[in-house]
């Protein structure tokens, strides 16, 4: 059985992650979206927020699991006897850092392997970040993420202080 990781913040998940997601599910027999507790970057959705939008948008998807995990990606893999991370590129400065975190993850667990997907075109200028920026000013963030989740977003940063 093949097990993929993909895993990221998801702060708030946005079409471009679903993107890979549908993508990278034909690829395994399971899917685990790994949602990082403890960023170092404080989150706008809290953890049990983030998963409940991811679950609403994959919800169709029978092989795509949701999972919270704290602590190092590599031990959440091995517990989870999961030997491919799936990450998605989107840009030439993507690549350095997920560079970097791909070798020190092989180095920690070498039966690991990173994937990388090219993000679709019209993803490619999208990020969590960007959601959370065009959404906080009453932005139009109908093409950056599922349709089902919009309201939920733009909800959050309503009762949000500017
Ligand atoms: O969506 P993000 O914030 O870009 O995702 C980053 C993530 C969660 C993939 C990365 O921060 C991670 O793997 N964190 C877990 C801690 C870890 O294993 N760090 C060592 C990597 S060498």
């Given at each position: 059985m093949k097990i993929c990781v993909y895993p990221g913040?998801?702060?708030?998940?946005?079409n471009g992650h679903l993107d890979i997601i549908h993508r990278a599910s034909r690829l395994c027999d399971k899917l685990i979206v790994a949602v990082l507790v403890n960023s170092s970057k404080t989150p706008v959705f809290t953890l049990d927020e983030r998963v409940e939008l991811i679950k609403r948008v994959v919800k169709?998807?029978?092989n795509v699991e949701i999972e919270s995990f704290s602590g190092l990606l590599i031990d959440f893999m091995r517990r989870k006897k999961a030997t491919v991370i799936i990450k998605g590129l989107?840009?030439?400065?993507?690549?350095e850092y997920e560079l970097q975190m791909a070798l020190l993850n092989k180095t920690l667990y070498p039966a690991v392997e990173t994937l990388f997907m090219m993000t679709s075109i019209s993803y490619s200028y999208l990020s969590s970040s960007s959601v959370r920026e065009i959404a906080k000013h009453g932005g139009n963030i109908d093409e950056l993420v599922p349709e089902c989740i919009k309201e939920d977003i733009v909800k959050k940063f309503k009762a949000q202080p500017v």
């Open positions: 913040s998801f702060d708030p998940v946005t169709d998807l029978p989107r840009a030439v400065s993507d690549f």
